[in-house]
């Protein structure tokens, strides 16, 4: 799910993300703080979460992998304000965001997984987009804190979507000027996990991690980057096992970090400054974590959506909410 900037104090508060359907139907759609629908827009395929540039108020959200299209939307209506075909030969990671004037995608080539970031200046959409070479290969999320790009480099080669290289591949956290194009690697502080999905606020960098073969395991699967220091969070009471390997999408604000998991169906909660778990809780599918100023919200697979402050309080929605 992802948040129009300063809907914490805004009365028209929506929050966007993508949904499933039955019938193989997929879209983007936007609900108020009370889980009333505003809007909802039809998309060809599945969609990962979406990115808001509040100052023009567009959204964009790229195709899952491997994605061939990604949609730019008005984020106050959900009206299609063009389509972006995946250039011949790449396809789209599923992950969008807006930095420097400019809309970035993470993708790969086609048969061999190469990593990529295009980027597209946003007075141009129409046009080829930059591309940026990255060390490795899967890239997924990429994230703005400050002036960065964040990027989470999966390290995992598919075919059919199938990992065909588990047992020995290369994940790790790059950090990328958005305007020289520098690029600085930060490596991984578990290999043998996937990096995956990140959160951030005022230089810190949360990621989220993932096993090949998603299955209980004590390992920590979301860590904190900052000053050049990995840090794993504390292990909840009923240990990581509750995760089932993976870690779906993690947010923070200034007090709490949130994480969840769809294979374990559970959201977890974390005190930021000590890194020490708060509080665990059962969800089935849970999806997606967001931040929208100073409020921390999860949605799950069956609708219900949830807040930080009291995770036992639920809203249902109309959509079934899909990760990120």
């Known amino acids: 799910m992802g948040a129009l900037h300063g809907c914490h104090t805004s ?11 039955p019938g193989e139907t997929y879209g983007v759609g936007a609900i108020d703080l009370n889980g009333n629908t505003r809007w909802q827009l039809r998309s060809p395929s599945r969609v990962h979460g979406p990115a808001i540039e509040s ?30 075909p995946s250039p011949e030969g790449l396809f789209f990671e599923g992950h969008v965001e807006f930095a420097a004037n400019r809309l970035w995608a993470t993708a790969a080539r086609e048969g061999d997984c190469k990593a990529l970031l295009l980027s597209w200046d946003l ?16 890239p997924h999320q990429v994230l703005q804190d400050k002036d960065r790009l964040w990027l989470a480099v999966g390290g995992w080669q598919t ?8 047992a020995n591949f290369e994940s790790f956290l790059l950090e990328i000027n958005p305007y020289s194009k ?31 073969s998603p299955g209980p395991t004590d390992h920590p699967l979301v860590y904190r980057y900052t000053g ?17 390997g993976y870690i779906a999408s993690v947010a923070v604000n200034k007090n709490r970090i949130m994480a969840t998991s769809p ?9 930021r400054a000590t890194l020490q778990s708060v509080q665990v809780e059962k969800i089935l599918d849970a999806s997606a974590a967001m931040s929208a100023g100073e409020k921390l919200k999860a949605a799950s697979g069956v609708g219900v959506i949830m807040d930080a402050e009291n995770l036992s309080m639920r809203t249902q929605t109309e959509f079934h909410w899909d990760n990120h």
């Open 11 to 21: 009365p028209n508060a929506i929050l966007i993300g993508g949904f499933q359907a």
């Open 55 to 84: 100052r023009l108020k567009i959204g964009a959200v790229a195709a899952r992998r491997p994605g061939d299209f990604i949609q730019l939307f008005s984020a106050e209506s959900g009206t299609i304000l063009e389509t972006i």
């Open 123 to 138: 007075n141009q959409l129409s046009g080829q987009p930059e591309i940026l070479q990255l060390p490795g290969i899967g």
């Open 159 to 166: 075919r059919d979507r199938v990992i065909t290289n588990a």
């Open 182 to 212: 520098e690029i600085k690697h930060h490596g991984n502080p578990a290999p043998g996990l996937s990096l995956r999905h990140l959160g951030a606020s005022d230089g810190e960098i949360y990621v989220a991690m993932q096993y090949a």
């Open 228 to 244: 050049g220091i990995w840090s794993a969070l504390d292990a909840p009471a009923r240990g990581w096992e509750v995760f089932n």
């Open 263 to 271: 294979q374990g169906h559970h959201v977890g909660l974390w005190e």
